[in-house]
T-cell receptor, first 113, second 112 residues
Framework: GAGVSQSPSNKVTEKGKDVELRCDPI?????LYWYRQRLGQGLEFLIY????????KSGLPSDRFSAERTGESVSTLTIQRTQQEDSAVYLC???????????FGPGTRLTVL | GESVGLHLPTLSVQEGDNSIINCAYS??????FIWYKQESGKGPQFIID?????DKRQGQRVTVLLNKTVKHLSLQIAATQPGDSAVYFC???????????FGTGTSLTVIP
């Protein structure tokens, strides 16, 4: 079946602009995660959605970052007034409820000039 | 602060040799760990997991060892192949729920 998909695969933007990144999880996966991965570094947790529960936003680095999820499907991560330090690969993952294994998408590479 | 980290940022091995990738964690309350493999340009892929009530788990060509006394996790890859070249991350589940914390990663290069 289809895996996790993300779009766009690459995004180049100018400092100060807003960007929206999209994630389509695997059908039936109630949990969805966003991570940030800077070059040569590990994954930094950003936000976690589980079903209809309130999302865990504890990893969002500033109020410029926000994310939404429509039901148990697509999610968008929005970064407002982008800064150069926002340049990174943004990874989305999904999992079944009460299952630990996360299935990752290919990521969106964001470059802020 | 608490963290998940790796001892060796890079590792090079000859094809056919065994590889050992290490990971240290500091939260003794963590009860579940996963190793992920990330190939260039792709998202991480699950390799193997282990719960804190175990000290060893084997998969196909991979073995994970957990030493809770010293808070150390290792991934052993037998007969390493060129296709094993990737960055390997350990991740720990510190709290109830599905939130994981990932280490920095070790880059494994297999020399043909």
């Amino acid at each position: 079946g289809a895996g996790v998909s993300q779009s766009p695969s690459n995004k180049v933007t100018e400092k100060g602009k807003d960007v929206e990144l999209r994630c389509d999880p695997i059908s039936g996966h109630t949990a969805l995660y966003w991570y940030r991965q800077r070059l040569g570094q590990g994954l930094e947790f950003l936000i976690y959605f589980q079903g209809n529960s309130a999302p865990d936003k504890s990893g969002l680095p500033s109020d410029r970052f926000s994310a939404e999820r429509t039901g148990e499907s697509v999610s968008t991560l929005t970064i407002q007034r982008t800064q150069q330090e926002d340049s990174a690969v943004y990874l989305c993952a999904s999992s079944l409820e009460h299952q630990y294994e996360q299935f990752f998408g290919p990521g969106t590479r964001l470059t802020v000039l | 602060g608490e963290s998940v980290g790796l001892h060796l940022p890079t590792l090079s091995v000859q094809e056919g040799d065994n590889s050992i990738i290490n990971c240290a964690y500091s939260n003794s309350a963590s009860d579940y760990f996963i190793w992920y493999k990330q190939e260039s340009g792709k998202g991480p892929q699950f390799i193997i997991d282990i719960r804190s009530n175990m000290d060893k788990r084997q998969g196909q060509r991979v073995t994970v060892l957990l030493n809770k006394t010293v808070k150390h996790l290792s991934l052993q890859i037998a007969a390493t192949q060129p296709g094993d070249s990737a960055v390997y991350f350990c991740a720990e589940n510190r709290y109830t729920g599905n939130q994981f914390y990932f280490g920095t990663g070790t880059s494994l290069t297999v020399i043909p």
